[in-house]
């Protein structure tokens, strides 16, 4: 009981205390607090039972044929049709609408207690009566705390309310997955009738037995949920009326305590009254209620369990739990053959059409990915392919025009200077989910070796697999990117069920509203140009180092530039390598200004990463071809001094080269075969940057890929760190779907964060490490670097243990 909020409860004179003419309440509505368990009440009617003696509302209802009770215990595929959800949502909807009508009433009589406390105290002091004026000053204080108990009720009220939204927006969210089965139901029934020899019908069958198992889970998943918040909201909804009731009953005795302080001795004409000798009692009254008011306690008997246990009947029917139907779902899906699976009806849906129900102006979709790199298209790739996430609603938002993607193909000699170095482990996954086979094998290029070398002391590791080695011959792949993402999206639309927004500019992303059909305040909306907006109970940030899905979750990104520029280009060779085209290897210098690193692709053809300063940069691009070449040769050759003196002339450097090579001994086998040519339009630049999200995750949003982290060049597991987010994150999605979890809330998405932040972090690290380690060109440094260095090499059990982590293979150290 907060009684003239900041004073002592132990004066309450008028000149000593806070009184209600003077304060307008008690320091009112700051002193409110939650009662009971937490969650808020109904109202009571005067007048007992009154017309609900019948103990049930519904047989007040004339011709209700409701009235016979569902005996029917647990699940079975009859019993769960859809068709009346949407009405079962809309009914939940009004009932919630009414009780935030009857929070505003509860507030307003609160309010309106507070008011009149405050008149009935001013006017008392206005009688010149100080029995009246001192009593109704306190009794306006009891009645000001009375005002307050409904202020309290109606916050626990709105809680009750949240628990019961909950129920209604499971129940909207259930639909889908009823509409989907019944769909693949009539479908199936009108081949019969139409087209009974038809092969689809054995392909929709099994993917109706998939469709009912989804839907059962969700079923069961909405029952627990139901039943669950039900019995919370109005459980603690009664516990707030009766501590409602008893705070106002002890209130009210006070209150005619202190009434019966007054004399109402009648007096004659003439006559004076005794004086007012009461003002310590009344005093006393008011520190008595907010004592009982302090030690008041919530004391509620259990309810009587009905025999047979209050959860016998969640237990699914037919012998057979959720779970063990989900399973057989999964098994289906394992047991169907690849022809079976490939009759499906696959198409891939483009902007402007709608794959599954909306609301009136935002579509709804389980998981919105923002950005159609290899990120974005290798999670929604993944989603589709695997049986169990397969019936998600997806969608993916890109930028660009993915129909240039699909139809992108080069001369065989011409190769894009976008290129990456793909790992074992994540070419594994590109292969699980189907898509490995729609790259074009033809333009990647396996490598078997690395050479590495510090451009300072020439301190070399040689990074060769054992004669007769478990570990693979594969280090890493190189791959263009555009080969990559061609590949995704080919497989994207193989699977089909896939709304894509291409040539689509996100211009806001905000949280939603709520609505009569669900309640999306706390789901993401992208708004494109145009004016679509998707709702995504999952929001996935794929969309690079500026990303707008990470603004909008509010998730900061920490790190700093490195004042480098990584140089591009494809280089032409004298030939295939020292060995030939079956045992490529990969080069990589450290020069004080940065490593530069050529990496093999098919034929005679290598692709040059440079990460150099941007003054070096800039005369690497405004070079000609003959002078661009004869720098990049001259990188792997000359020691650093006579490189850093040809980066000051702009032109000249193949002449300087020539003179330089002849006073320079260099063992030709020990660096990469010369280069002949670049070609044209490949050479470009890009700046080095280390940045690292604080979290992965948020509210309904996740973050993958440059979005989440970008690398320095120097390891080249940008794209790699990519691949697994993405695979931990499908994985993520498909633990929480097969258990009947939200697949957006921060609880569901945490195994996704927790495994992919920490390998991500020391990664960085290490790569960051490196960078600084090598950048000192000179010192005691040097040489404690290079016997490091010169150790790992001859240790190979060490070597084969880095080349293990380098291909994505063995025990995982990142």
Known sequence: MCFGAGHSSQHYGREQHFPVRQTGGFGARGCGRPMGGGLGGAGYGRGGMGRNRALSIRSNKGGSSSTSPVTRKGFSFSSLRGSIQPELSRRLYRLIKSTNTL????????????????????????????????????????????????????????????????????????????????????????????????????????????????????????????????????????????????????????GRRLL???????????????????????RQILNDAEEDLKNWV???????????????????????????????????????????????????????????PSTESTDIYDVVCVGGGPAGLSLLTALRANPVTAGLRVALVEAQDLQKLRSWKLPPDRYSNRCSS??????????????????????????????VWDGVSDARIEFDWAPGSRGGKTIAYMIENLNLTSGLIRRLDELGNTTIFDSARVENITSGEETEELDLREWPIVHLAGGKQLAARLLVGADGANSPVRTFAEIPSRG???????????????????????????????????????????????????????????????????????LVNAAFRLSPVDLEFMHTTPSGQQEELTWRLQHTPVNSHAVPQTVVGVQEGTVASFPLKLRHADTYIGERVALVGDAAHTIHPLAGQGLNQGQGDVESLARTIEYAASHGQDVGTRMSLE??????????????????????????????????????????????????FLMNQAAGNGVKLF
């Open 298 to 356: 919530l004391q509620l008997d259990e309810p009587a369990v009905p025999s047979g246990g209050a959860y016998e009947d969640t237990i699914p029917s037919e012998g057979e739990s959720a779970v063990t139907a989900h399973s057989t779902m999964a098994s289906e899906a394992a047991g169907s053959s690849p022809r079976a699976s490939g009759d499906r009806d696959r198409r891939t849906e483009t902007t402007g059409q709608e794959a599954y």
């Open 560 to 630: 700093w530039d490195y004042e480098r520029h990584g140089v591009v280009a494809t280089l032409e060779l004298e030939g295939e390598g020292w060995d030939g085209d079956n045992a490529k290897v990969a080069y990589q210098r450290f020069l004080p200004t940065g490593p530069v690193a050529m990496l093999p692709l098919p034929g005679n053809l290598s692709t040059l990463v440079w990460s150099t300063t941007p003054s070096n940069a800039a005369l690497l691009k405004s070079l000609s071809a003959k002078d661009f070449i004869a």
């Open 751 to 800: 195994p996704y964060n927790s495994e992919r932040y920490a390998a991500n972090h020391v990664l960085l690290g290490v790569c960051d490490k490196l960078h600084k380690l090598y950048s000192v060109g000179g010192g005691p440094l040097v040489p404690l670097r290079s016997l490091g260095l010169n150790a790992v090499n001859a240790m190979r059990p060490v070597k084969q």
């Open 103 to 254: 929070i505003s009433a509860h507030e307003s009589a609160g309010k309106e207690r507070v008011a009149i406390a405050t008149q009935l105290s001013e006017w008392g002091e206005q009688t010149g009566d100080e029995a009246v004026s001192d009593v109704s000053d306190k009794v306006g204080v009891v009645l000001s705390e009375i005002g307050e108990q409904e202020d309290s009720y109606a916050h626990a009220l709105d809680d009750a309310r949240a628990r019961l939204k909950a129920i209604r927006n499971t129940e909207r969210s259930v639909q889908p997955s009823r509409d989907h089965k019944d769909k693949i139901a009539d479908e199936i029934q009108r081949l019969k009738l139409r087209e009974p020899q038809s092969t689809r019908i054995v392909t929709l069958e099994h993917e109706l037995v998939r469709a009912e198992a989804e839907n059962l889970v969700a079923e069961a998943q909405l029952s627990n949920i139901t039943r669950k918040n039900l019995k919370e909201a109005y459980d603690a909804e009664f516990a707030a009326v009766i501590e409602r009731a008893e705070k106002q009953i002890l209130l009210a005795k006070h």
């Open 422 to 451: 793909l790992t074992p482990a994540s070419a594994n996954f590109l292969n699980g989910i189907g898509a490995w086979e729609h790259v074009d094998r033809e333009r990647v290029q396996p490598y078997h070796e690395m050479q």
């Open 260 to 282: 019966a302080l007054i004399d109402e001795e009648p007096v004659t004409p003439g006559d004076r009254r005794r004086p007012y000798t009461h003002g310590a009692q009344a």
